[in-house]
Structures are given as C-alpha cells and as structure tokens.
C-alpha cells in the first residue's frame, strides 16, 4: 500500500502561480505512474496530468502550456507547477499513484483563483 501527502494548495489570483506537491511513502517501489486530477465543485474528477516512472508525461488540453508535472523518484514527490491559473482551474487537486497494489489517492489540496 501507498500512502499520499499533498501540500502546496491555496488561494491566488488569475494569472498567479503555485506549486503542489505530493509525497508518497509506503511500498513505493510498486509506484508505476504518479499524477494529479481535480474535481471543481458539480462537475467530474478529471485527469490533469501523469508521469510514469520512465518519464513519459501527459497532460489534459486545458493545462498544457501552463502546468508542468515532474517527479522526483528518490524523495517518492510528485509535484505540479501550475502558472497562469485562470478562475477555471479552480477545484480540489487529488494526487494519485497506480502500481502494483492498485490506485492510491491523496487526500486533496484546494486551489482557487480569483478573477
């Protein structure tokens, strides 16, 4: 089993910017792909961006060129460097990981942008 620390979240306004991070701990050794999704209030948990253990990187259409996903796999930290937040980003960010024992989840961050 995983077990998954977000921090980072917050308040900012449009075009700020903020870093979430999230540490894993537990059997990470069986951690293929880390990542993030979020959740905006009435609306589904979407898929932001994922990282395999080799490096290969994915992003939805509405972040890329403003978030960058990377990974350290010594220190098991995932992070997300969002620039350029729009109110549209606003939403709780769940990390997650996929492996060997399955999906594990974080506990969420909130991250709201004023306009």
């Known amino acids: 089993q995983v077990q998954l620390v977000e921090s980072g979240g917050g308040l900012v306004q449009a075009g700020g910017s903020l870093r979430l991070s999230c540490a894993a701990s537990g059997s990470t050794l069986s951690i293929n792909a880390m990542g993030w999704y979020r959740q905006a209030p009435g609306k589904q948990r979407e898929l932001v961006a994922t990282?395999?253990?080799?490096?290969?990187?994915d992003y939805t259409n509405s972040v890329k060129g403003r978030f960058t996903i990377s990974r350290d796999n010594a220190k098991n930290t995932v992070y997300l460097q969002m620039n350029s937040l729009k109110p549209e980003d606003t939403a709780v960010y769940y990390c997650?990981?996929?492996?060997?024992?399955?999906?594990?989840w974080g506990q969420g961050t909130q991250v709201t942008v004023s306009s």
């Open positions: 997650y990981t996929d492996g060997r024992y399955g999906r594990s």
């Open positions: 990282i395999t253990r080799g490096g290969s990187i």
